[in-house]
T-cell receptor, first 112, second 116 residues
Framework: QKEVEQDPGPLSVPEGAIVSLNCTYSNSAFQYFMWYRQYSRKGPELLMYTYSSGNKEDGRFTAQVDKSSKYISLFIRDSQPSDSATYLCAMRVDNAGNMLTFGGGTRLMVKP | DGGITQSPKYLFRKEGQNVTLSCEQNLNHDAMYWYRQDPGQGLRLIYYSQIVNDFQKGDIAEGYSVSREKKESFPLTVTSAQKNPTAFYLC???????????????FGDGTRLSIL
């Protein structure tokens, strides 16, 4: 079993829909959680960075962490065709090493 | 603009050949990382360096080598010992710190390596 699980998709939604992307993990020591967006043939771009449990909002994006369930989510409101990309979750423990463990990514397609 | 530059974008390797992928950053970051990305898989760590003249193996270091002679540069060599080198290679960098100040990694736009 992988340490971080993510449904590969593809997830196809109409423009304007609310999108929910999720990751589950097995290591209860993870404390820092990130969501990256990766366009085709490009490097991942950091979207959200959160610590421990709770919600964080940034524009149309909301990151949610439920440590008790070992489950994190990224919500995208009013989705746009430009949101079509692969979304990677990443997480790490609280030490100085800054080593990340990544999910396999979910491919999202937003249709006009 | 500050960022991470990877070159070349596309690279082809012949059998028995070593090839070197370049990664340069002007973000003044101490830490740098190399990842490999295969279709449908997450990023896997090859090597990382927290400081100049020091580097550590990641999860899949076999068949790869690195150097860190300058803060700005962290080249990756894919040796002939790496039998399945076809992949998308990503370089990243980050500030070193403690706790939440240990900032997330920022990535370059990758090099796609293929076998001839």
């Amino acid at each position: 079993q992988k340490e971080v699980e993510q449904d590969p998709g593809p997830l196809s939604v109409p423009e304007g829909a609310i999108v929910s992307l999720n990751c589950t993990y097995s290591n209860s020591a993870f404390q820092y959680f990130m969501w990256y967006r990766q366009y085709s043939r490009k490097g991942p771009e950091l979207l959200m960075y959160t610590y421990s449990s709770g919600n964080k909002e940034d524009g149309r994006f909301t990151a949610q962490v439920d440590k008790s369930s070992k489950y994190i989510s990224l919500f995208i409101r009013d989705s746009q065709p430009s949101d079509s990309a692969t979304y990677l979750c990443a997480m790490r423990v609280d030490n100085a090493g800054n080593m990340l463990t990544f999910g396999g990514g979910t491919r999202l397609m937003v249709k006009p | 603009d500050g960022g991470i530059t990877q070159s070349p974008k596309y690279l082809f390797r012949k059998e028995g050949q070593n090839v070197t992928l370049s990664c340069e950053q002007n973000l003044n970051h101490d830490a740098m990382y190399w990842y490999r990305q295969d279709p449908g898989q997450g990023l896997r760590l090859i090597y990382y360096s927290q400081i100049v003249n020091d580097f550590q193996k990641g999860d899949i270091a076999e068949g790869y080598s690195v150097s860190r002679e300058k803060k700005e540069s962290f080249p990756l060599t894919v040796t002939s010992a790496q039998k399945n080198p076809t992949a998308f290679y990503l370089c990243a960098s980050s500030i070193r710190g403690q706790g939440f100040s240990n900032q997330p990694q920022h990535f370059g736009d990758g090099t796609r390596l293929s076998i001839l």
